[in-house]
């Protein structure tokens, strides 16, 4: 089972790394730790969007094979707030594999997605994943690209229907032209930003969007 957090708090980027806390998250079932947090390695990154009173800090993922309540116990633990959601995982692009708790060298961003009222959850999924998966993919200089479907909210908090990871190059969190792999090409830049932001309007995304820049690690469990 994979449940994901958004977690809110200072010093996040310290404390999600302490090896006590992997340990107690290890002691409980959980076999895969990926932290997810605004550290000072993506604080250039200008696009972030926040539809809560207060920006997302932080963003983790855990494996278990066990339930979530202690899972949630140790992470508000760490954290001033945390919602959480058990999620269903597709993976377009399958993110490279780094060495244990090191740095993946990218830009991670992740969105919070909602259903617009306009759209059937069914729908809403047919558009996203069969329409605008391969034009994400096409326009976007992405190496990891992570689909994380909402099955059921484990804490209470504000409705979140999927959280999207992509990997960009650092560059991207400062240039267009990296972010959209168009080169040093203008209007290829244009092009590629035109359609992209055309598949995002088909399904909503565009909406009710929360948007965070984040350093990405992994940590193996056992």
Same mark, same amino acid.
């Given at each position: 089972? &994979?449940?994901?957090? !958004? ?9 999600? =790394?302490?090896? +006590?806390?992997?340990?107690?998250? !290890?002691?409980? #079932? ?6 997810? @947090?605004?550290?000072?390695? @993506? !604080? ?9 009173? *207060? ?11 066990? #339930? ?23 993976? %377009?692009?399958?993110?490279? &594999?780094? +060495? ?16 617009? !009222?306009?759209?059937?959850? +069914?729908?809403? $999924? ?7 998966? *391969? @034009? ?9 690209? @992570? *689909?994380?479907?909402?099955?059921? %909210?484990?804490? +209470? ?10 990997? /960009? ?9 990296? /972010?959209? #792999? ?6 290829? $830049? ?12 088909? /399904?909503?995304? =565009? $909406?009710?969007?929360? $948007?965070? %820049? ?9």
């Amino acid at each position: 089972m &994979k449940l994901m957090y !958004a977690l809110w708090g200072a010093d996040l980027d310290e404390r999600l =790394h302490a090896a +006590e806390l992997r340990h107690r998250l !290890a002691d409980i #079932g959980a076999t895969e730790w990926q932290v997810n @947090v605004r550290d000072s390695d @993506v !604080a250039a990154a200008p696009v972030r969007h926040s539809t809560y009173e *207060q920006p997302i800090d932080a963003i983790v993922s855990v494996r278990t094979r066990g #339930g979530h309540e202690s899972i949630t116990a140790a992470l508000g633990s760490v954290a001033d707030e945390v919602n959480g959601w058990i999620v269903d995982e597709r993976t %377009p692009i399958v993110p490279p &594999k780094v +060495e244990n708790g090191v740095r993946t060298d990218a830009l991670a961003n992740i969105a919070l997605l909602r259903i617009p !009222a306009d759209l059937t959850r +069914e729908e809403w $999924l047919h558009r996203w994943h069969d329409l605008h998966t *391969q @034009v994400a993919i096409d326009t976007q200089d992405t190496f990891g690209y @992570v *689909q994380n479907t909402v099955l059921e %909210p484990i804490t +209470e908090g504000r409705r979140v229907d999927a959280l999207v990871e992509e990997l /960009f190059p650092m560059a991207a969190m400062t240039s267009a032209h990296a /972010f959209y #792999g168009a080169g040093d090409d203008d209007a290829e $830049l244009q092009r590629r930003a035109a359609l992209m932001m055309e598949s995002v309007v088909r /399904f909503g995304a =565009h $909406l009710d969007l929360d $948007l965070v %820049p984040t350093s990405r690690y992994v940590y193996s469990l056992g």
